[in-house]
């Protein structure tokens, strides 16, 4: 989802992005790994698999962009994934993620592409792959040490939940809402950001 937390927003813009938030303590002892790698957005970004890669919004059309991914978790079930390994393209080693079964991994790609319609709707630089990014733009040694020491990594989780994400002036990436799964799928406020 997040490239650069150097991201900028053009005037009366916010920039947004939505993923799912990988779960403690794997979310933590992967942010603390691409720290140790060097790098330096490893405090900014949470630890997360993209659904919607950073995407400048209008300020005044925020209220209706923020129910979108909603609709996105309607009709889908919760995920099960335990992620593989490989180096990614451009510059950066990420672990790819492998859902339990075909039908839970065709799911994923699913609830990517019906996040990112609507208003949403945007082309992408790259071809979606589900990953978890542990290094990003470092010197090929240090990504080639990221790959090495992350090699027999493994973690397994359901994913009941995607986060809608908001980029601060402040450099750091923070959950404004939260979705569930399902036809009831409500979205709920995190930490009162609004």
Sequence with gaps: MIP?????????HRTIGVAVPVPE??????REHRASFG????A?????????????????????RRAAPR?????????????ARH????????????????RA???????????????????????????????????????DTAFEALAGFECRFTVDAFHLY???DDGVWRTDRAFGFGARAESAAVDGVR
């Design 39 to 42: 790098d330096p957005l490893a």
């Design 87 to 102: 180096r990614d393209v451009p510059a950066g080693v990420a672990g790819g993620v492998r859902a339990g079964s075909s």
């Design 44 to 64: 900014s970004i949470p630890t997360h698999v993209t659904l919607l890669p950073p995407t400048p919004v209008a300020d005044e059309a925020r209220r209706r």
């Design 166 to 168: 908001e980029h601060g």
């Design 105 to 143: 991994s065709a799911s994923a790609s699913l609830l990517e592409r019906a996040v990112r319609r609507g208003p949403l709707e945007r082309d992408l630089a790259f071809y979606y792959h589900p990953h978890v990014t542990v290094a990003h733009h470092l010197p090929d040694d240090a990504l």
């Design 25 to 30: 303590p794997w979310g933590e002892r992967l």
């Design 4 to 12: 650069d937390a150097t991201t900028t927003s053009p005037a009366g």
């Design 71 to 83: 609709a996105g978790g309607e009709h889908h079930a919760p995920l099960r994934h335990p992620p």
